[in-house]
């Protein structure tokens, strides 16, 4: 990130505070790291120099006139006598056809595929390409769904699982999630019921838009009706559901309902519940949930800790986070750039702002690179800490690198450089706001005029800043 002066290296006792590093990169695993000497703006150009992308091809229908559609196939049944029209040949050009036709006339060319090649036999997946038109069409009704399935089953192919995941995945695709469950349970009672992945995705759209009785009258019925038994994915989804609304009482219900089905809690539904508890504010809580693990030979894993420090040093428990940072090494998991971004956090909100720093040189220290979310937490910081020249010095280094400014960083800059009369320094940190596409212009400038306005109104109020 380029020489950083030695005004911020002050703040602790050694010289390594923050080493030369650039920029976020493209995610690694589920983190952006800022790697050394590395400009994302630059490399991310490279890359698309460097990749030979495939043009997409052209489309072959550019009407959905079914006339037109049947001279353009003939058209290119006769250029290709020479050479094989094996059925792949005659399923991509329906379904070429599909994607801007109406389901009759992808029928009608179909028939016409076979009338002049009676070669060609289609198989299910050249059904399945109507099914999935059928299901997507701006239809209320599932009649034209119906007379698909009706088609296939006339020709020696009836529905099967792999039809019905097709034709649910088609409908939630377009909002149809209504139809969906209708479908499900009329092929239910034909003997083509979901498979528990098909059943897992209706749940989880369901949770994403249904209140949650809808849910489980949806996961009784089927079980009650069908014989379809909720698995220990089912569960989970439904515990990460509850989580999210934070009715955690909910939540450890599950766990109980999930045990007496006879699955054992995971660490994946462990560390759901841990992340309950941490978006209803009560981090203090997963110390519980995680010795509750324990107790039931569950081994945590890096989110679990990582949950863990998150949520204790979200609550103000800084020096309990600690120890368990010395837990999970002993453990074998190393700690992350989200590991020692939490901690910092939790510093700050203490008001240890030159402490967060100090673990900033630990944390590259054992070769760990900080992401932006990293340097903007101890921006932030250092400006409600009232350390100014810190947070100024710390700004030019996350400039030189080309890191972009969150808006709570950003914000609290602005007001710290306004509160002390620099006001064309707010209005630089403001043009780098914009040209690094930190924040839009308009969010950008509206917080630095509101800055400046509550600078002017408590001045003239007499008030100290």
């Not at 009407?63 to 094989?84: D, G, H, R, Y």
């Not at 750039?337 to 402490?355: F, I, K």
């Not at 596409?437 to 950008?444: Q, R």
């Amino acid at each position: 990130m380029g020489k950083i002066p030695p005004a911020l290296r002050t703040a602790i006792s050694s010289n390594t505070l923050l080493k030369t590093t650039a920029p976020t990169q493209a995610l690694k695993s589920r983190h952006q790291f800022l790697n050394k000497n590395e400009n994302p703006s630059k490399k991310s150009a490279a890359a698309n120099k460097s990749e030979k992308k495939t043009p997409a091809p052209a489309a072959i229908f550019k009407s959905p006139e079914l006339s037109e559609a049947i001279k353009i196939f003939n058209s290119l049944v006769t250029a290709t006598m020479q050479t094989p029209r094996d059925r792949t040949f005659h399923n991509s050009l329906l379904q070429s056809y599909a994607s801007i036709s109406t389901v009759d006339d992808s029928i009608s060319l179909l028939n016409h595929m076979i009338k002049a090649n009676p070669s060609f036999n289609p198989d299910r997946s050249t059904y399945h390409i109507l099914l999935a038109q059928s299901c997507q069409a701006p239809d209320n009704s599932l009649s034209s769904t119906r007379k698909t399935l009706s088609l296939m089953t006339t020709n020696g192919y009836p529905p099967n699982q792999g039809t019905t995941d097709i034709a649910v995945r088609s409908l939630c695709s377009v909002n149809r999630l209504d139809e969906a469950i209708e479908l499900v349970k009329g092929l239910s009672l034909n003997s083509s019921p979901p498979d528990i992945f098909t059943y897992n995705f209706l749940v989880k759209c369901l949770c994403k838009c249904r209140s949650l009785t809808t849910v489980y009258n949806f996961v009784d019925q089927m079980r009650a009706s069908f014989g379809i038994k909720p698995n220990l994915v089912t569960y989970t989804i439904l515990i990460d559901n509850v989580c999210n609304t934070k009715n955690l009482r909910e939540a450890m219900r599950l766990v109980s309902a999930l045990s007496d089905s006879g699955f054992k809690p995971d660490c994946f539904v462990y560390n759901t519940i841990m992340k309950g508890y941490c978006n209803l504010s009560r981090g203090g809580e997963v110390i519980g949930v995680y010795n509750k693990m324990k107790e039931e030979g569950v081994e945590p894993d890096l989110v679990t800790y990582n949950t863990l420090i998150f949520g204790l040093s979200k609550c103000g428990r800084v020096g309990e986070a600690k120890k368990f940072l010395k837990v999970m090494v002993e453990a074998g998991f190393l700690p992350d750039a989200v590991t020692y971004t939490s901690l910092m956090n939790g510093m700050c909100r203490e008001g240890d702002a030159l402490g967060a720093l100090a673990l900033l040189e630990e944390m590259e220290g054992k070769g760990c690179s900080p992401n932006s979310c990293t340097y903007n937490t101890l921006l932030y910081g250092l400006c409600k800490s009232r350390l100014m020249e810190k947070g100024i010095e710390l700004y030019w280094a996350m400039k030189e690198g080309g890191v972009k400014l969150e808006t709570a960083a950003y914000a609290t800059l602005a007001r710290v450089l306004c509160r002390h009369g620099k006001v064309a320094e707010a209005y630089e940190v403001f043009d780098y706001a914009v040209e690094s596409k930190s924040l839009t212009d308009v969010a950008a400038y509206t917080t630095l005029e509101s800055t400046l306005k509550w600078l002017k109104k408590a001045k003239e109020q007499g008030h100290a800043v």
